[in-house]
């Protein structure tokens, strides 16, 4: 009975993790600041800049 749970806590968790991209993706559309290009983008994140200051790699990896 156990291994089941971690089965269901993973769905739930992938389920929050949709709800919440959505939510925003919403939230941009309704307040025009969606970038339909940004969105549909296919390259790997690299050198992305958090309010202009932090790069997320510097995060991630910890250079």
């Known amino acids: 009975m156990?291994?089941?749970e971690a089965l269901?806590?993973?769905g739930r968790t992938a389920f929050n993790?949709?709800?919440s991209m959505i939510a925003g993706t919403l939230t941009?559309?309704?307040l025009g600041?969606?970038?339909?290009e940004k969105f549909n983008d296919?390259?790997?994140i690299d050198n992305v800049y958090i309010s202009g200051y932090t790069k997320v790699n510097k995060l991630i990896k910890g250079d």
């Open 2 to 4: 156990i291994f089941v």
């Open 8 to 10: 269901i806590d993973m």
């Open 17 to 19: 993790i949709n709800g």
């Open 28 to 30: 941009s559309k309704i």
């Open 33 to 36: 600041s969606h970038n339909v």
């Open 42 to 44: 296919k390259k790997p």
